[in-house]
């Protein structure tokens, strides 16, 4: 069993939509695939299938003290989607004064899971730093960097060293991920130049590009390589894909006439 | 006022009218006006003719297009014709078929000899080789040695005197031998096949000279020496140019050293004369594109032109820009103009068409730094737009074009004897030594290898590295085409009378052997004719030109050309197909042999023209001018067949061999002129701008946000193709963004979709930009260190036999296309009578 943990220390880059769309992209290589939202958007379930956000969740579970992957669903590219569910302030309160109690009960919950051992689990985190985004780190194998290509990313140059310093993954399995990128607009070109600069090898390969295929999958509760497969998006997303499952080299298309599309 | 021409011919006869039976009518006069008027219409006279005409039409009925005497007479002949097309049609099936059925077990022996290489170990061979002759080797003086004894006993193959049987068991041999070592990679086996076919070759000169020159008048004498000589000259060719690609050094670029601070700069000049700007636009943006520090790499445009949009080209990219007040010496005047104004250590020359790759430098320098002695390092000129062969024969990127042979293999031979020459174009050569001979020379029009001629006679070194680091544009017609060549001609014919490399001192052997055979064969002209018409001494005039028997000739003739053709195909098959040396030098034959000879003879006559680069070919034509030769020839060569044919049959039926012999030499020449022909022939060429065809990553950006993934299938600099993917909903006219890769960055360049298909391919056409886009453009297509490299892998592999079929093919096209442009022109300067007519109506 791998577990891959999203987190990015800025908001609105990505994380939800890259948690489903990986989940979705494993599963349809044959992998058996969970995606576990621990942020309180409650917003998973809105690019697996789900036209409305999930009511039911595992944090009102958990905070009662049940089992808390109660509130799961299968969706039909069969992924496992375990939203966050409709919590309240006192809800959420509780589970991280649960966290405070046992640090490790994140850790100790995804192993009780009943799921084949070779599957994947994939971790939607709040904003880092927060207690659900660090429990995450410290339980993923993998762990995949969000930043946007902005003035923003490249500041945060400080907060993402910390993070990583945090996480109890190997440094060859954690990536930086740049999305929401438009070529088009000189402040992106220059943000990712700045963020190669720094990041160097960390930088995964691919760079998801700013689609609006991708705000059209969600508005039809998709994902992207459903709605619109020869998006620019979906080549990315696969991009990422193959960098998890371990092919670290830049992608071939990119650089080398006469080869073909993959 | 409208003119109808009254053309006697009355309306048809059996035309549906009301019948009149003149019985029934009215009475007296009116009934015979009845009748006179029925009987004008069966016999169709006009109303009003003369009493005669009467009679006339009696018997002859007026002409109408359906009774025309003409085209009734000729029916048969069509027929005739039809009936002869379909028999020669299944004739050659048949044929085909019966030669198919004798060369099986030809073919069984072929691919039993292929298996047996299979079973040999050249690695052990030569590993054992290295261990026992490498120490042997090092003793002083056993090379020559071991050359002379290798020398010693090829004459002694060579001048054995053999009777048929032995000629024909050494032939099969030789044959076998070279079949199994065609198979196995290395060097060895290609120093091995080429020495076969040398003593091949020698065996046939040496029977040549000693059993074929008896003549018995004096014009015979006169024409068979002259034929000798013609076939000695291409023994000298093929003997010097197999010292000069015994090992070719295929050398690597050198890595930099050092800081980039401490490297050497680097002045790019880039001379032009009457080209358009938009030509020199993307080899200026490429040059400012160019990998190194940027205080130490200066551009320069050398205007021979003076033209006030390129100062203001210049101007406003910040580059140099130099003039001079005459335009003496051409090129050569203003590079040399040039080096006085600058003070860069290295100079990078390239012609204005030639858009370099930003890797060029880094590639090149290495090698300056390396050996202090290096004065000019030369890279392969590469085109991406056909050359007139390849655009009129249709063979672009499949077969390798003219040019490949010298870039791929000829250079690379010639590095290996310090022997590389420069070429005018996409080289970098060091200042000291330059000034030292005197900056470039004037005194040829192939300015570009005297100069290296004169750098190697002050002990410099040159070298050659065979990547691609630049491409431009290939000329544009054949009449380019040809103008280019004669200038090239004339330029070595000019330095072998003026500098010759056996005479003066400075020279090793062996570089004078390797420039001898560069001058040398330009001198093809002439053999070249004489070999397209020598078979017409016996055919016309029944004058033996060769004293020997047609078996023995067949016998001696076959074992050269066999071998000397697998030997050619193993060592430069994948830079020339078999075959086509011989279309090259039979196209350019009549126009170099004149200008080489005056050369020779003086070599300050005669003028220097200018190719001219970008220029457009929109309707397609044939090119009389140029072919007028070749017509000449084709005639000539068509009615010797025809005399041949007679002699078979009739008139020479005791010397059947000879005459078979003679006809097969014709009907090789008449191919190879139709092939000649075929490039006279000029197709039409669709864009100004040639677009390059790539496979390149690339994305497309719509207004709406929408992105969308596809594949740059070609690129120019005014726009690109893309391959999208099924569905994707474009409107013609929609403003877009496309986006390019370099190396890691994206860059998007506006565009607006000129045309869209269904299936995917899409043509758009780029909008204004910016400096810096355009910068980023020529970065993301033409100077991409990549964007060169697979070129080659669309060239199909060299199959001698297929190659041969296919110039046939060619040539049969070729004549075809002929016959039609004289259809045309003799339609559109003799126009029929119908359409005379026509013509005449519209009043």
Redesign the interface.
Known sequence: MRVIAVVSPLGGVGRTTLTAHLATLLARQGQRSLAVELCAQNLLGRHLGMHEASAAGWARAAADGQWWAEGGFDNSDGVRVLPFGEASLETVHTLHQLLQVQPRWLRDQIELLDIPSDSTVLLDTPLWPSPWAQAALQCADTVLVALEASARASAALGSVRALLRGATAAPGEQGVLVTRFD??RVSH?EA??TL?EQWGEHLI?Y?L?????I??ALARAMCVGNL????????DLQGVCNWLEGQRA??A?????????P | MTYLHDTGVAPRANAPQPQQDPANEGSGPGRVGQWIRWLAQQLEVAPGAPWWMWLWRCLVLPATPERALLPWLLQPGRWLLAGLVFVLRWGWKGLALLLNGVFWPIRLFLRAMDRLATHVNVEKGMRLADQVLSPLMEIPGLRWVVLGVGLLAGLVVMTTPFNWLGQTLFMLLCWGLSLVLRRLPGRYPSLALAAISLLAMGRYAWWRVTSSIEFESAIESFLGYGLLAAEAYTWLVVVLGFIQTAWPLHRRPADLQGQSASWPTVDVYIPTYNEPLSVVRTTVLASMALDWPKDKVKVFILDDGRREEFREFAESMGVGYIVRPDNNHAKAGNLNHALGKTDGELIAIFDCDHIPTRSFLTTAVGWFQRDPKCAMLQTPHHFFSPDPFERNLGTFRRVPNEGALFYGLIQDGNDFWNATFFCGSCAVIRRGPLLEVGGIAVETVTEDAHTALKLHRRGYTTAYINETQAAGLATESLSAHVGQRIRWARGMAQIFRVDNPFLGKGLTLWQRICYANAMVHFFFGLPRLVFLTAPMAFLFFEWHIINAGAIMIALYVLPYILQSNIANAHVQGEHRHTFWAEVYETVLAWYVALPTTVALINPRLGKFNVTAKGGLVDEPYFDWAISRPYTVLVLLNFAAFGMGIMRLFFWNTEETATVLLNLLWTVYSILMLGAALGVASEARQVRRMHRVA????A?L?QD??????A?CIDFSMTGVGLE??EG?RLAVGEKV?V?L?R??????FPATIMLHRGQGATGLQFDPMTREQQIDLVQCTFA?P??W??WS?SHDIDRPLHGLQEIAQLGVLGYRKFWESLLEAARSRWPTGSQRKQQGLGA
């Open positions: 070529p088009r070109r990712l130049q190669r390969p760079t590009h700013e689609d609006e295929n705000a059209r619109a497969p020869h998006a620019q998006s979906a080549h830049a992608p298309s990119m650089l080398v006439p006469g080869a073909t599309l | 790539t496979r390149l990553q994305t950006y709406d946000g929408t992105v969308f993934q594949v999208l993917p994707t963004q986006g890769w190396g890691h960055a994206e860059c998007t991409r990549d964007t490299r697979q892998d």
